[in-house]
């Protein structure tokens, strides 16, 4: 028999994601789509599935849907035909979810997915377009369906425009797994496809998960749903994996099924596998006419599609000569690229990237602002590293001003001059530097005898004496002149 | 007044000599008269037929109204009328009050007046009316034998003069039998012609409102009335509807007529057959030129409509589960709350038609079933593609028999279902199909079939209005 470190794992994991479109009005209605609204305050006789009614295509989600799929390199079908997948529940008001069955919207495509310092390439098998259940809220102290006292249904989210992406089975590691699920992400806020945040259910992931055989083929798949953060993504995957590889390692065989991950218990718990047993009874909807999607009408929307974030990591780096990291920072969020492309354009493009990359980052990280809305505009963060370019004030000084500009909004001249932050320049300088080299005699002597180490000593005694105005580049050069005439 | 035809009434109408009210008045009249007897509606609505007729007369007085306003009409429970409870023949949706009305409807004009809901078979699954869970209604020709179906009440009501005219659904035969079995005219428009948005769906690809009247003439204008494109049904069509009554009278000369060989052979009743044999021949005398006709494939029209058919419904009435609306039986939890409800609310029809068209769509039955009778309905356009490639209107029976005795055919579905032999391979090909009555045979009412192409209304109507005349049968023989 073989013992656990005799024996190699290979993870084998395929995603599923759902991904509520960035539309103003449903899928097949048209009621508006608010999000925290008061239950079923939007809803019609479409939305509640009432006799006689009759859902009509709503465009704008077969656009971004078709956005998506050209962000995922897939091909966009000429003829996509809805479907109805019938099952019983109370959140679906018709009795069946029209969505698309045998003939999606996309076909084949790909993601590439930085993980650590790798690309991982990860296959993406359909793309299709369907309408979200309403909300089923339990009453009661679980806050589930088993063993709560009533149920209650909120309409406003049924019939909300959903994309769902197939990814093929080829994700190595959960981590790889959570890169792919961020990534995405990305994606759909970069080109508007989605918001995409997980905390509101707009983007939701299911994984197949199994651990290959020693021969190379699959082994049996289980199937993970409802991993409703990053985090838990590659949690619940990891814990997945442990479960399987637990019975592996004792002899016995994995049993096909659908789990639950409990972010409380850290733990994966089976799912009733009966209420999972459907035959959904797919058939082509007769109330909606096949989508035909003429290739003048993809072009054109490829042609309107803003940059994809690989693209423009890419760009970054060839443009403005930014690290790949840095490239990788800064085109993580839309907003932010845009910001620093405001920037850059004014000022050295390095400098750009190390001021917001660096301390706008994390002031907004601190306080949680959004980039779009801060105080710090682009405006005032070319003006601050202007005063720093041109000497005006020290690279410490004006981390305290940006500081300032995050807070107030106030200009970084304005707030130099409040402050008195200015940088103590030109004569004023010259003359700390020879009265720190007057009183420093020692130091001053192994300088000169090459020892290159204490030269921080004394340009932090001219800091010290500046009370941190000085330009810390200057007075290096200053103190070398003077030492060496 | 209660003699004339509807548009000879909305013409007096129009002109001042009678107004919308008195009609109103006269057809509550009838129907307190013969309600008893017939059972043609589920929900007479006299009080708001005389509201709405007030005001069509006001409107008249302060400017204008549509052609065909003003005359009283009833309508088929399956259609959603805002306000007025609809029930589709079903216990399931007993007290089921809409919140909109069926564009159909509201196409028609402002102020419909509504004599009354007619009586169906529950949602619209039948041929006889047996089927509704409101008890059946009577053919006013004899009232022991049924009215057709599933638009049995429609037909009977206007055949009884409860109303001038009346909207039925058409799915498989469900305005062109029962209008066929009553003696009166029903079309079955183009698929898409007449919006379905508010027709509680049975066969959502094969659904279509229909007009269903007294004479022709009534039928194009109740059906300029309600024709037209819809937003909210992207099934309907997006062309322009044409004047359907201006080329009525422009006879069959020149035209050429087919017969189907497919649906004149023995399953059809001799005394039927020659009905329809006699109308051909008089349209052959005024001027039209006739053929015989082959649809190879009408054989197999009948099976794969009740794969379709079945398929639809077992989908479109998942959405009557208690939940939101109609009937809900209380149980302790929700899936034996469903099994409950839909126990309790449907009726053994639509209980046998939910497991047929469920099998049908079943993993493993889904290839041998539903997609084999998609086949069977693409074989049907074809035939149809042809043979009108030839021939402008082709001709048969509407039903292959008169009107049978209530009960004969009830324990047998099989039986049943032969009712639409004649009139299922229009409706798999979308085709528009009107009957009209061609004669009496056994002292009953016997229908003819016309059908032409994909939105040919105005030339079948003209046909049919030819037809009619030469059948020699009107409105006033009924008894
Ligand atoms: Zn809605």
């Avoid at chain 2, 002109?15 to 059972?39: K, P, Q």
């Avoid at chain 2, 109507?461 to 009619?468: D, M, S, V």
Wanted: aromatic letters at 6%; proline letters at 5%.
């Amino acid at each position: 028999m073989q013992t656990r470190e005799e024996r190699t794992y290979q993870a084998v994991i395929g995603l599923e994601f759902h991904v509520h479109l960035a539309t103003t009005t449903k899928m097949f209605c048209g009621c508006r789509l608010v999000y925290g609204d008061e239950p079923n305050t939007h809803t019609c006789p479409v939305c509640l599935g009432h006799p006689g009614t009759l859902p009509v295509i709503n465009e704008k989600a077969i656009e971004l849907g078709v956005m998506a799929g050209l962000a995922l390199n897939c091909d966009v079908a000429e003829r996509a035909v809805f479907a109805r997948k019938n099952y019983f529940y109370p959140d679906l008001p018709k009795g069946y979810q029209i969505s698309q069955f045998d003939e999606p919207i996309c076909n084949g495509g790909h993601l590439d997915v930085p993980v650590g310092d790798e690309t991982v390439r990860v296959g993406i098998t359909r793309l299709h377009l369907e309408e979200d259940a309403a909300k089923n809220v339990h009453v009661g102290v679980s806050g589930r369906m088993h063993g709560s006292v009533g149920s209650m249904v909120d309409f406003n989210r049924g019939g909300t425009p959903l994309m769902e992406i197939v990814t093929e089975p080829d994700i190595p590691s959960p981590e790889a797994a959570r890169a792919a699920a961020n990534h995405l992400k990305e994606i759909m806020r970069a080109i508007g496809v989605s918001e995409a945040d997980m905390e509101k259910g707009q983007l939701r992931c299911d994984a197949n998960v199994s651990i290959r055989n020693p021969d190379g083929s699959f082994g049996t798949k289980t199937e993970l749903k409802n991993m409703n953060s990053f985090r838990f993504v590659e949690r619940g995957l990891a814990r997945e994996l442990e479960r399987q590889q637990g019975i592996l390692d004792s002899g016995g065989t994995v049993a096909q099924t659908t789990l639950h991950y409990d972010p409380e218990t850290d733990e994966v718990h089976e799912l009733r596998s009966k209420e999972f047993a459907h035959d959904y009874r797919y058939f082509p909807e007769p109330d909606l006419l096949p989508l035909e999607l003429s290739e003048a009408w993809v072009r054109e929307i490829e042609s309107r599609m803003p940059e994809l974030p690989d693209a423009m990591r890419a760009r970054f780096v060839e443009d403005y000569g930014l690290s790949p990291y840095d490239a990788g920072v800064l085109t993580a969020d839309r907003d932010l690229a845009v910001y620093y492309e405001a920037v850059a354009a004014e000022v050295d493009p390095k400098q750009a990237a190390n001021w917001i990359s660096g301390d706008l980052r994390s002031l907004l990280n601190e306080s949680g602002e959004e980039v779009s809305n801060s105080k710090a505009s682009p405006e005032r963060m070319i003006e601050l590293i202007c005063l720093v370019r041109d000497g005006a004030i020290s690279r410490s000084a004006a981390r305290d001003v940006i500081g300032r500009v995050f807070e107030t909004g106030d200009s970084p001249t304005a707030i130099v001059e409040r402050e008195g932050l200015a940088s103590v320049g030109g004569d004023e300088l010259s003359g700390v530097i020879e009265e720190v080299i007057a009183a420093n005699p020692d130091e001053v002597g192994r300088v000169k005898v090459g020892d290159k180490k204490v030269m921080g000593f004394l340009i932090g005694q001219v800091m010290k004496a500046t009370r941190g105005n000085a330009d810390g580049g200057r007075a290096r050069e200053i103190l070398l002149q003077k030492l060496d005439s | 007044m209660l003699d004339l035809t509807a548009a000879a009434l909305a013409q007096k109408i129009r002109e001042g000599e009678v107004s919308s009210h008195e009609a109103a008045e006269a057809a509550n009249h009838r129907v307190e008269e013969v309600e008893d007897r017939i059972h043609a509606l589920l929900t007479p609505t006299p009080e708001i037929a005389l509201e709405r007729a007030g005001r069509v007369d006001e409107r008249l007085r302060n400017g204008g109204i549509k052609p065909w306003e003003g005359v009283p009409l009833v309508v088929k429970d399956v259609l959603s009328t805002k306000g007025i409870r609809t029930t589709c023949g079903s216990k399931i949706l007993d007290d089921f009050t809409p919140l909109y009305d069926a564009s159909a409807l509201v196409n028609f004009g402002e102020d419909l007046v509504l004599i009354g809901k007619t009586n169906m078979d529950e949602f619209a699954m039948g041929s006889s009316t047996e089927n509704s869970a409101y008890g059946p209604t009577r053919n006013p020709w004899d009232l022991g034998r049924v009215p057709g179906g599933s638009s049995g009440g429609s037909a009977a009501a206007v055949a009884a003069g409860e109303g001038w005219w009346a909207l039925g659904t058409d799915t498989g035969g469900s305005v062109r039998q029962p209008a066929a079995l009553c003696g009166i005219v029903g079309l079955k428009p183009t698929y898409g012609r007449v919006s379905r948005y508010g027709l509680i769906a049975f066969g959502s690809s094969l659904d279509c409102i229909g007009p269903m009247t007294r004479d022709v003439r009534d039928s194009a204008l109740l059906l300029q009335a309600i024709a037209g494109h819809d937003s909210l049904d992207s099934t309907s069509a997006n062309a322009e509807v044409p004047d359907y009554l201006a080329d009525l009278e422009g006879g069959v000369s020149g035209l050429k007529v087919g017969v189907v060989k497919e649906l004149m052979d023995e399953r059809i009743d001799a005394g039927v057959r020659g009905v329809v044999e006699n109308v051909v021949g008089g349209l052959e005398e005024a001027g039209a030129e006739v053929g015989e006709v082959s649809l190879p494939h009408a054989y197999y029209a009948l099976e794969a409509y009740y794969i379709i058919a079945p398929a639809e419904i077992s989908s479109n009435l998942s959405r009557f589960d208690g939940v939101r609306f109609g009937l809900r039986e209380t149980a302790d939890g929700v899936h034996e709350m469903y099994r409950r409800t839909r126990e309790r609310g449907f009726g053994d029809e639509a209980k046998r038609r939910i497991m047929l068209g469920t099998y049908a769509l079943s993993s493993g039955y889904y290839d041998a079933y539903y997609s084999q009778a998609q086949k069977v309905r693409t074989r049907m356009i074809r035939d149809f593609r042809d043979a009108l490639s030839r021939y402008d209107v082709l001709i048969s029976p509407t039903a292959p028999s008169v009107a049978f005795e209530i009960g004969a055919k009830s324990d047998d579905p099989l039986a049943m279902y032969l009712q639409d032999i004649c009139a299922v391979p229009a409706s798999l090909a979308g085709i528009p199909a009107i009957s009209v009555p061609g004669g009496l045979s056994e002292g009953l009412p016997v229908g003819v079939q016309l059908m032409s192409d994909h939105f040919t209304e105005p030339m079948l109507l003209r046909a049919a209005r030819a037809a009619e005349e030469v059948s020699g049968f009107a409105f006033s023989q009924r008894p």
